[in-house]
């Protein structure tokens, strides 16, 4: 089947989009790991929580995804079929790890599940073949 350039264009714009959007999301997943790493008290912890985990624990969970996060957005500019699996599962890891930070950052928590969402949809419906 003949794709027309107009559609070649979106898909190789969508993968150039889920390499991006995997970076900043990694650098954020960063900053918010060495945030709490640093400090302690940055982040408020409500009692009774399920998954009452030590802030510096959240912390190097956020720092180690995020490291990894970034590094698979760069691999995601070569095209690779790898890449863009290891990034479909690193987006699930850090959407679901978001899901269990919650109770902590509430409104950071809830942008970074959404981009890590779209990130997975950009990732399964983009064609590598146009990059």
Not at 17 to 40: E, K, P, R, T
Not at 56 to 76: A, E, K, P, Q, R
């Amino acid at each position: 089947m003949t794709r027309s350039p107009e559609s070649r264009a979106w898909a190789a714009g969508g993968m150039v989009f889920a390499a991006c959007a995997a970076i900043v999301m990694g650098i954020w997943q960063v900053s918010m790991g060495l945030a709490a790493i640093l400090n302690d008290g940055f982040l408020v912890v409500s009692e009774h929580y399920t998954f009452d985990l030590d802030t510096t624990v959240w912390g190097w969970i956020h720092l180690v995804l995020g490291v990894i996060v970034v590094l698979v957005g760069f691999l995601l500019f070569s095209g690779s079929g790898f890449a863009r699996a290891m990034g479909m599962i690193f987006a699930c890891l850090v959407a679901i790890e978001n899901f269990f930070f919650l109770p902590y950052y509430p409104l950071w928590s809830v942008i970074v599940i959404a981009l890590a969402i779209f990130l997975v949809w950009s990732l399964a419906t983009a064609d590598t073949r146009d990059i």
